[in-house]
């Protein structure tokens, strides 16, 4: 598959996240953060939801890795499980960044794959960021009105749209 925010094929050398001595070269895990709206959030992300009729108002994926940590009170080192995650908010900007998703209203789908599929993730998201790609509304309008076909972006995206196609990108190998 054609990368549509880039007009060469990634190269998945930019970011290798740490790895831990346990991690299996066919048993690399990505997230699907899904976020439900809770009370007082901004009305877009209820207005999402209804139209969606569904539960959530938006979608990021999510790369754990870990790292060694040395604790000296227990005098032994650690496994700290460190969250990247990646999508788009309204009028943002795609990002790539670590997080801690402590918010609650996430719901989290994990997702078993190859070393070679989850690194492909990791640089269709950073490139994605890189480049700045800006939140496309009309496309998002279009995702609840499937009788108008949007023009399709290459610079712009809403979160499902730009988790769906990372997810179509990492299972192609390309």
């Not at 070393?115 to 609840?144: E, N, P, S, V, W």
Request: hydrophobic content about 30%.
């Amino acid at each position: 598959m054609q990368n549509p925010y880039h007009s060469t094929p990634y190269s998945h050398q930019q970011w290798t996240p740490p790895r831990a001595e346990f991690d299996d070269e066919n048993n690399f895990e990505i997230l699907l953060m899904f976020y439900e709206p809770q009370e007082g959030d901004h009305y877009f992300n209820h207005i999402v939801k209804s139209l969606s009729s569904g539960t959530f108002s938006h979608v990021e994926i999510s790369f754990p890795t870990y790292s060694r940590k040395y604790i000296p009170q227990q005098k032994k080192t650690q496994d700290i499980r460190i969250l990247y995650g990646s999508s788009i908010f309204q009028n943002g900007k795609v990002f790539f960044h670590e997080k801690q998703y402590s918010r609650s209203g996430y719901t989290s789908i994990g997702i078993l794959t190859s070393r070679h599929k989850h690194d492909m993730l990791i640089a269709y998201c950073q490139t994605a960021a890189q480049k700045g790609i800006k939140f496309d509304g009309y496309g998002m309008l279009c995702a609840f009105l499937p009788i108008i076909i949007p023009p399709h972006k290459p610079d712009a995206a809403f979160c499902s749209d730009f988790v769906t196609v990372a997810v179509e990108y990492g299972d192609s190998g390309e």
